[in-house]
Protein backbone atom coordinates (compact mmCIF):
# COMPACT_ATOMS: atom_id res chain seq x y z
CA UNK A 1 0.00 0.00 0.00
CA UNK A 2 2.72 2.47 1.38
CA UNK A 3 4.72 1.43 -2.20
CA UNK A 4 1.17 2.27 -4.18
CA UNK A 5 0.84 5.61 -2.97
CA UNK A 6 4.84 6.57 -3.12
CA UNK A 7 4.72 5.32 -6.56
CA UNK A 8 1.73 7.49 -7.50
CA UNK A 9 3.06 10.67 -5.83
CA UNK A 10 6.22 10.04 -8.54
CA UNK A 11 4.17 9.63 -11.43
CA UNK A 12 2.42 13.34 -10.35
CA UNK A 13 5.27 15.30 -9.35
CA UNK A 14 6.53 13.86 -12.83
CA UNK A 15 2.93 14.96 -14.73
CA UNK A 16 2.85 18.45 -13.45
CA UNK A 17 5.04 20.34 -15.81
CA UNK A 18 4.01 18.24 -18.87
CA UNK A 19 -0.23 19.40 -17.60
CA UNK A 20 0.97 22.96 -17.39
CA UNK A 21 2.50 23.00 -20.87
CA UNK A 22 -0.81 21.09 -22.20
CA UNK A 23 -3.14 23.74 -20.66
CA UNK A 24 -0.88 26.78 -21.11
CA UNK A 25 -1.11 26.28 -24.78
CA UNK A 26 -4.76 25.86 -25.32
CA UNK A 27 -5.20 28.87 -23.04
CA UNK A 28 -3.24 31.23 -25.32
CA UNK A 29 -4.79 29.48 -28.86
CA UNK A 30 -7.97 30.37 -26.68
CA UNK A 31 -7.19 34.32 -26.35
CA UNK A 32 -5.32 34.60 -30.07
CA UNK A 33 -8.75 33.26 -30.89
CA UNK A 34 -10.73 35.75 -28.85
CA UNK A 35 -8.28 38.75 -30.48
CA UNK A 36 -8.79 37.76 -33.50
CA UNK A 37 -12.72 37.06 -33.30
CA UNK A 38 -12.68 41.38 -31.46
CA UNK A 39 -9.92 42.80 -34.26
CA UNK A 40 -12.75 41.40 -36.83
CA UNK A 41 -15.97 41.67 -35.21
CA UNK A 42 -16.99 44.07 -37.62
CA UNK A 43 -16.11 41.82 -40.75
CA UNK A 44 -18.01 38.76 -38.71
CA UNK A 45 -20.64 40.30 -37.29
CA UNK A 46 -21.65 43.16 -39.20
CA UNK A 47 -24.36 43.69 -41.10
CA UNK A 48 -25.36 41.47 -44.50
CA UNK A 49 -27.85 43.08 -46.89
CA UNK A 50 -28.43 39.52 -48.29
CA UNK A 51 -30.24 38.39 -44.72
CA UNK A 52 -33.36 38.97 -44.25
CA UNK A 53 -34.28 40.42 -40.76
CA UNK A 54 -30.62 41.62 -40.05
CA UNK A 55 -31.28 43.43 -37.18
CA UNK A 56 -28.84 44.43 -34.92
CA UNK A 57 -30.54 42.93 -31.86
CA UNK A 58 -29.84 39.83 -33.80
CA UNK A 59 -26.73 40.57 -34.46
CA UNK A 60 -25.57 41.61 -31.05
CA UNK A 61 -27.35 38.26 -30.05
CA UNK A 62 -24.90 36.49 -32.07
CA UNK A 63 -22.03 38.35 -30.49
CA UNK A 64 -23.01 37.22 -27.14
CA UNK A 65 -23.09 33.28 -27.97
CA UNK A 66 -19.68 33.03 -29.53
CA UNK A 67 -18.32 35.74 -26.21
CA UNK A 68 -19.94 33.38 -23.26
CA UNK A 69 -19.10 29.82 -24.83
CA UNK A 70 -15.57 32.07 -25.95
CA UNK A 71 -15.36 32.74 -21.99
CA UNK A 72 -16.67 29.70 -20.32
CA UNK A 73 -14.07 27.57 -22.32
CA UNK A 74 -11.14 30.24 -21.50
CA UNK A 75 -12.54 30.43 -17.98
CA UNK A 76 -12.71 26.45 -17.66
CA UNK A 77 -8.70 26.18 -18.60
CA UNK A 78 -7.78 29.27 -16.25
CA UNK A 79 -9.13 27.04 -13.60
CA UNK A 80 -7.12 23.71 -14.17
CA UNK A 81 -4.12 25.73 -15.07
CA UNK A 82 -4.73 27.10 -11.23
CA UNK A 83 -5.56 24.20 -10.03
CA UNK A 84 -1.98 22.70 -11.22
CA UNK A 85 0.27 26.06 -10.11
CA UNK A 86 -1.31 26.56 -6.69
CA UNK A 87 -3.44 23.29 -5.27
Known sequence: ???CVL???E???AGKPALR???TI???LL???GVFIYRRRDQLF???PEVMNDTPVVRHNRVEGIAFVLGGLTLA???VLYQLWFG
Open 77 to 79: VLS
Open 31 to 33: MAA
Open 26 to 28: PLL
Open 7 to 9: LLG
Open 1 to 3: MNT
Open 21 to 23: IGF
Open 46 to 48: GRD
Open 11 to 13: IES
